[in-house]
């Protein structure tokens, strides 16, 4: 069993890793830049998220539907990953959720409050990945957002892609 | 003793998959990133050195260790309490160099290696790394210069992962890296 300080610190240094490497090819970062960034650390994520899911799932039921898979998601998968339930589970019923998680396990450390707020995307990109690499194994085509006005809360967003 | 360390770990413990598959995905982005595999080892390093700085006080907080008197009891340290903290795992000292400033860290399991098989084209590329830098980082900060490498991995065919440790030298206090 690993602990999870050593992934907390690599985590923040694949962060840093990302942005640096994408900082020194250019210099000054824009937007542009940023959104490479976060798209690199989400394309991580995502590949993680796949191979999670296939040892997660080993054992279990399969699912009724999507529904099914979005409480699966928020609970077992949800404790397996970040070590706590999601608070809140929201939907429109059609193929939008909202995960409410109070205390997301990775800006816990950095701060609660508004401090470093417009830091908070880079640190939410690779596990949005996780959530839609997670979902894509299991059949769901989606696009994961994260949004925080106050940290550790954290709310992301799923929408289901439908096909 | 035990049971009191045993409850301080245990809380923290997390999916160790998590963890492989992650490191996984940094390696495969440095192997994108980066054109030749000294350049990832080098980089794989350097980010565990960044994380072995501040791990370190992480590991003294929680273990409640003090300062070493020696070489061999740093050797104890790191295999018998810091590996088993984060890792899991307890690798076996061994193979000690007559002046006693040397040895290896034998691994049995190798966490970080779990679903991993290095493609033809990586033949040098050090996969784990970054636990070098890790312990490099770490011992630095309490003031200990040591060379870390891969001296076999069952990554490349070895039937053992070694990790040989030499001490250089004792950093003076005082005087932090750059400070005149």
């Known amino acids: ?163 | 003793m035990s049971r009191q360390s045993n409850r301080t770990t245990d809380s923290k413990k997390m999916n160790s998959e998590l963890f492989t598959l992650t490191y996984g995905a940094l390696v495969t982005q440095l192997c994108k990133d980066y054109e030749n595999d000294e350049e990832v080892n080098k980089q794989l390093d350097k980010m565990g050195y960044n994380i072995g700085v501040r791990l370190i006080e992480d590991f003294l907080a929680r273990s409640s260790i003090g300062r070493c008197q020696d070489f061999r009891e740093t050797a104890d340290v790191i295999a018998k309490v810091a590996f088993k903290m984060y890792l899991g795992i307890t690798p076996s000292v061994t193979n000690w160099s007559p002046a006693g400033d040397e040895f290896s860290l034998i691994l049995e399991s190798n966490p970080l290696v779990d679903f991993v098989e290095l493609p033809d084209n990586h033949s040098t590329l050090i996969y784990s790394n970054l636990l070098c830098g890790v312990l490099r980082g770490a011992l630095e900060m309490v003031q200990m210069a040591v060379d870390v490498k891969f001296a076999q991995d069952t990554l490349r065919g070895d039937s053992v992962t070694e990790i040989r440790m030499k001490f250089i030298k004792r950093i003076e206090e005082n005087l932090p890296a750059g400070d005149e």
């Open chain 1, 1 to 163: 069993m690993a602990d999870e300080s050593l992934f907390d610190f690599l985590h923040m240094e694949i962060v840093a890793h990302v942005y640096k490497e994408q900082q020194s090819s250019k210099g000054e970062m824009d937007n542009k830049d940023r959104a490479v960034c976060i798209s690199v650390l989400e394309g991580m994520g995502f590949r993680v998220g796949q191979g999670l899911i296939e040892r997660l799932t080993r054992d279990s039921p399969s699912f009724k539907d999507e529904l099914d898979i979005m409480k699966f998601i928020c609970k077992d998968f949800w404790t397996k990953v970040f070590r706590r339930q999601v608070d809140n589970l929201r939907t429109n019923h059609q193929g939008t959720y909202v995960l409410q998680d109070n205390k997301f396990v990775l800006l816990t450390q950095m701060s609660s409050g508004k401090q470093y707020l417009d830091q908070a995307p880079k640190y939410l990109a690779f596990s949005c990945g996780v959530v839609r690499g997670a979902l894509s194994n299991l059949g769901l085509e989606s696009v994961v957002t994260a949004e925080v006005s106050a940290m550790p809360s954290c709310k992301f967003q799923v929408v289901i892609q439908k096909l």
